[in-house]
């Protein structure tokens, strides 16, 4: 379970986080969306402790992580998962290394063991025969499935998703949300995803949050914000055409 209570960040006098409250029941998705520079990532970064807020808490299994430092901290870290932005693998790391990355810093596994857990893992998302690749020869997609395998290494609680589908195309942006929800439900770890891909929230959230100027301006299930009135609300969702339909006659 994941509690947010009244988190506040500035940088300098931007306020960024003003003082927003949600909680994630364990096992279920949390989808925060929002549009480009609203807070998405700086929201997840309080999640796993790499930001410190200047005000509220952030309580994971009824800790407050915020209040946490190293040891702790680190120790706290190995149970969440975090898929990054962009993906931001290792580039001078095969996918086995990148994958193996955690297990060989955080673990005393064996060789062996770890080579099992790296090829249960590439399995799982769908890889094979790419351990020996280096990014620079993945696609997009293949990257992001890469991503999430180094995130699920050392089978955390909790999983923090920052735009897992920005930049794919939409076949394989739906691919990334079946593997999304295939771990959710294998792993049932507690999970946040921010995006500002509707296609993509309303798949895999079990309850949506729409962050605008620092705040959440709307709250729900999936049907719940297809039926917001809000015009903030209805202009995002509404402003996302589908990207086959994007592309210029
Ligand atoms: N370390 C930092 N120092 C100063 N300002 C920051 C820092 N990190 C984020 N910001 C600012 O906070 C705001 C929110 O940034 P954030 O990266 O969370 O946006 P986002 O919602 O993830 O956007 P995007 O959809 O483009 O990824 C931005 O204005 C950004 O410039
Ligand atoms: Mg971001």
Redesign the pocket.
């Known amino acids: 379970m994941i509690e947010v209570q009244n988190l506040r960040k500035s940088?300098g006098r931007?306020i960024?986080l003003d003082g927003i409250s949600f909680s994630v029941p364990r096992g279920s998705t949390a989808v925060v969306i929002?549009?480009?520079?609203?807070?998405?990532?700086?929201?997840l970064r309080h999640i796993n402790g790499l930001l410190k807020p200047e005000a509220g808490q952030v309580i994971v299994d009824g800790v407050d992580i915020t209040q946490l430092y190293e040891p702790q901290l680190n120790a706290f870290r190995l149970r969440v998962g975090m898929v990054f932005?962009g993906s931001a693998l290792f580039d001078s790391l095969t996918v086995a290394e990148n994958v193996a990355f955690a297990l060989r810093e955080h673990t005393k596994y064996s060789d062996g063991k770890i080579r099992t857990i790296i090829r249960e893992k590439l399995h799982l998302m769908g890889l094979s025969d790419i351990d020996d690749k280096m990014p620079a020869e993945l696609s997009g997609g293949m990257k992001k499935r890469v991503a999430i395998a180094r995130a699920i290494a050392l089978e955390p609680e909790v999983m923090l998703y920052d735009?897992p589908t920005a930049g794919l195309d939409p076949r394989t942006a739906d691919s990334i949300n079946n593997l999304i929800i295939k771990l959710q439900e294998t792993m049932h770890a507690t999970a946040v995803a921010?995006t500002?891909d509707m296609a993509s929230a309303f798949k895999i959230a079990d309850r949506i949050y729409m962050l605008k100027d620092g705040n959440f301006i709307a709250e729900g299930t999936a049907d719940d914000i297809r039926g917001n009135g809000d015009p903030d609300v209805r202009k995002f969702i509404g402003g996302q055409a589908p990207a086959e339909a994007a592309v210029p006659a």
């Open positions: 940088f931007q960024v929002g549009g480009s520079g609203t807070g998405k990532s700086v929201l932005q735009e921010v500002h």
